[in-house]
């Protein structure tokens, strides 16, 4: 058996967003599960905790590690289709453009996913990342099958078909925080290629929020963004098509998801950052610069949209009858206070799932994000707009900013214990440890 590799990484690590950071001991990067599991293996027996860690797309330390850092990167690509059953299995380390990708090039598409394509699998899986949706839910709703190392350095397999310890692995481990494993591969649920008609569209606040429900129970995914010193939004209805395909014109779509989202918004950010009292003006001319457009095209070319410009970002998964209501006291409190505020509010949707930790688990869910540019004091505002949401029984995302803790978590998950106890069975000795998981998950 090899030895994983660890030269090719510099130890310091540090998120996307740039508000975490750690030096880990070592850095691994395992060319198979094998190697894999000799890392566990060995670190264990150092005393080291392990953590892996995806491309830095959480806003939380849960990656974060002064003990053996793993980079699954090498582990990569689609190991099986099964058109029968419509699953693809493919290893941890695989990012979602990739996977995509690749799925398209087989006339396959995931059903749903979220807006971000960078991140590995294992990654967005493990920390609850979700798209818009009436019916379809996360990507980790889509998961069939997974396999992770525990922390004897063993390889788990899991799915609702096994024994009754696999399934309550099965259960738990879609959404697992790290906590239980170092994720191996996952197998998804898979159907054919299709086209989405995605609308979009410029509308006042108090018409979409008056108008929620309607449009919730009207589209297949719906999600809308609001400008914070203004009463304007920008909606998005995604409705699948039968073509045929239109995609956005060459010209259009780079002004639109380059310039305007991209290119002007990094320099309004930064003028903003500079010159707060800018802001309000900025955002008024903004909300009102992007204009109706209709496309058509293949699933992950609707669902996700180039992210350069760098936030913090804090997002609730509220009861999905409570998200209008929130909405609409944290307008009103933007609106009372002297809080300067650059970037849109997004809200988006997903039916109740049967994830232990996942934050629509049981329950229909909306979710509202608050972001701030990076570099920008964020505390205040999201301090305030974290009271709004825990007031209507508010989850937080997993990998997104913010304060709560096990205590807390133990009172919004009715299957908490359920998790915390399988925890306990798989890393009592919490090889899988850190300081995030232990605010979150206990001692």
């Known amino acids: 058996?090899?030895?994983?590799?660890?030269?090719?990484?510099?130890?310091?690590?540090?998120?996307?967003?740039?508000?975490?950071?750690?030096?880990?001991?070592?850095?691994?990067?395992?060319?198979?599960?094998?190697?894999?599991?000799?890392?566990?293996?060995?670190?264990?027996?150092?005393?080291?905790?392990?953590?892996?860690?995806?491309?830095?797309?959480?806003?939380?330390?849960?990656?974060?590690?002064?003990?053996?850092?793993?980079?699954?990167?090498?582990?990569?690509?689609?190991?099986?289709?099964?058109?029968?059953?419509?699953?693809?299995?493919?290893?941890?380390?695989?990012?979602?453009?990739?996977?995509?990708?690749?799925?398209?090039?087989?006339?396959?598409?995931?059903?749903?996913?979220?807006?971000?394509?960078?991140?590995?699998?294992?990654?967005?899986?493990?920390?609850?990342?979700?798209?818009?949706?009436?019916?379809?839910?996360?990507?980790?709703?889509?998961?069939?099958?997974?396999?992770?190392?525990?922390?004897?350095?063993?390889?788990?397999?899991?799915?609702?078909?096994?024994?009754?310890?696999?399934?309550?692995?099965?259960?738990?481990?879609?959404?697992?925080?790290?906590?239980?494993?170092?994720?191996?591969?996952?197998?998804?649920?898979v159907e054919p290629l299709f086209l989405l008609t995605a609308r979009e569209e410029p509308m006042g606040f108090d018409e979409v929020t008056s108008d929620f429900d309607r449009h919730w129970a009207e589209n297949e995914h719906f999600e809308f963004y609001w400008f914070p010193h203004t009463g304007n939004c920008n909606t998005k209805r995604n409705n699948r098509s039968q073509g045929p395909a239109a995609p956005p014109g060459a010209v259009s779509g780079w002004i639109e998801d380059e310039l305007l989202s991209n290119g002007v918004f990094q320099a309004v950010n930064s003028l903003g950052r500079a010159v707060p009292a800018t802001i309000p003006g900025i955002a008024r001319i903004a909300s009102r610069a992007l204009s109706a457009r209709t496309y058509t095209d293949i699933p992950y070319k609707v669902f996700t949209s180039p992210r350069r410009v760098r936030f913090v970002e804090m997002e609730y998964a509220l009861p999905r009858e409570q998200v209008v209501t929130a909405l609409r006291e944290l307008k009103a409190m933007v609106d009372r206070s002297d809080l300067r505020i650059s970037f849109p509010v997004e809200v988006r949707t997903a039916p109740a799932d049967d994830i232990a930790l996942s934050t629509a688990s049981g329950r229909d869910t909306a979710y509202i994000a608050v972001h701030m540019y990076k570099g920008t004091p964020y505390h205040r505002y999201f301090t305030a707009a974290e009271r709004i949401f825990t007031a209507h029984g508010g989850r937080p995302h997993w990998g997104k900013v913010h304060t709560r803790d096990a205590e807390y978590f133990a009172e919004a998950y009715p299957r908490f214990a359920e998790f915390t106890a399988l925890r306990d069975r798989l890393d009592p000795d919490r090889v899988f440890g850190n300081d995030y998981l232990r605010r979150v998950l206990g001692s």
């Open 1 to 189: 058996m090899g030895t994983a590799t660890a030269a090719k990484y510099d130890t310091a690590w540090r998120n996307w967003a740039g508000n975490v950071s750690a030096t880990p001991a070592r850095v691994v990067a395992p060319a198979s599960v094998g190697e894999l599991q000799e890392a566990v293996r060995r670190a264990a027996e150092d005393g080291l905790r392990v953590k892996a860690v995806g491309t830095g797309h959480s806003f939380t330390a849960a990656a974060a590690t002064d003990g053996v850092l793993v980079r699954p990167q090498a582990l990569a690509g689609i190991q099986e289709i099964d058109r029968a059953a419509g699953t693809v299995k493919v290893a941890a380390g695989t990012t979602l453009k990739h996977l995509n990708r690749a799925l398209a090039g087989e006339g396959l598409s995931l059903t749903n996913m979220g807006d971000v394509m960078e991140q590995t699998v294992s990654g967005a899986t493990s920390t609850g990342t979700h798209g818009t949706g009436r019916d379809s839910a996360s990507i980790a709703a889509q998961i069939r099958a997974l396999e992770l190392v525990t922390a004897d350095g063993s390889l788990l397999s899991c799915s609702a078909e096994g024994t009754d310890e696999e399934r309550a692995v099965f259960a738990a481990a879609r959404i697992g925080l790290g906590a239980l494993g170092v994720v191996t591969s996952l197998t998804f649920a």
